[in-house]
């Protein structure tokens, strides 16, 4: 578990692509990151462009993980190169500020960067995911996670298809992501909270057709909706 809160940037120096009789993986070594391997150990998380992944050895500066396949599909390690920077966060611990929110590394999908427009010392990033189902889990002023990076959704566009976070100067100097452009992709994460909340009114619904009064179930859903809607209207009058 991590707090999408960048500890420091670090940087590829070794890349190294293992054949299929290896598995097929790539072996990163990450150097420039002494600061947050004092306490490291063998088997500890650490998240590498918001991707959970394990130190499988480490130095006083450096250390190594190992990327299977599957990790290179659905994330943008596969695109790094030596000289890379990444994003680093070591896993929360008992006394850890939760600064950030709740994350858990596990890699949702990829977003392209459709624009970078600044906002006085600020840039505004529209971003487009390759998996368009993920954005009935990005809401407005809620959470979202860019190369691990916890970021607040300043506007979404369901029709569209896109989201914009923003990047104050603080920021644009401790992550990655502010020195990309149009073009380039992130590693996204959607807030877990409402994967929680999806998975518990559809149990809700679920259960209610089960019990044989799906009709039941069904006007509630109607009501809820017409009740948004009819906010919405208020709001436009």
């Known amino acids: ?16 692509h293992q054949d299929e009789t290896e598995g097929g993986g790539t ?9 947050i391997l004092t306490d490291a150990h063998l088997g500890d998380s650490i998240s590498i462009n918001g991707t959970c ?28 190169k030596e000289g890379s920077n990444v994003n680093l966060e070591r896993a929360v611990s008992a006394t850890t500020r939760m600064g950030g929110h709740f994350v858990q590394g596990h890699v949702d999908t990829i977003a392209t960067i ?10 505004t990033f529209r971003l487009q995911p390759r998996d368009p189902s993920i954005l009935r889990y ?13 970021l607040t959704v300043i506007q979404v566009d369901d029709s569209e298809g896109w989201w914009e976070v923003m990047l104050i100067t603080y920021t644009q100097e401790r992550v990655v992501t502010a020195g990309k452009g149009e073009g380039e992709e992130v590693n996204v994460e959607v807030d877990m909270v409402g ?29 809820m909706v017409e009740r948004i809607v009819e906010e919405k209207m208020k709001g436009l009058k």
């Open 114 to 123: 459709l624009s970078v427009t600044p906002d006085g010392n600020a840039l």
């Open 53 to 80: 992944l394990t130190i499988t050895s480490f130095a006083p500066s450096q250390f190594k993980v190992g990327v299977s396949p599957e990790t290179l599909r659905r994330t943008n390690l596969g695109s790094l």
């Open 195 to 223: 994967k929680y909340v999806e998975k518990s009114v559809r149990g809700y619904f679920e259960g209610l057709e089960k019990e044989g009064i799906s009709g039941a179930g069904g006007g509630v859903l109607e009501k």
């Open 138 to 150: 990005v809401v407005e002023k809620g959470y979202v996670t860019l190369d691990g990076a916890s």
């Open 1 to 16: 578990m991590f707090t999408g809160i960048v500890e420091v940037i670090g940087t590829v120096t070794t890349l190294a």
């Open 27 to 35: 072996s990163l070594t990450i150097s420039n990151c002494a600061e």
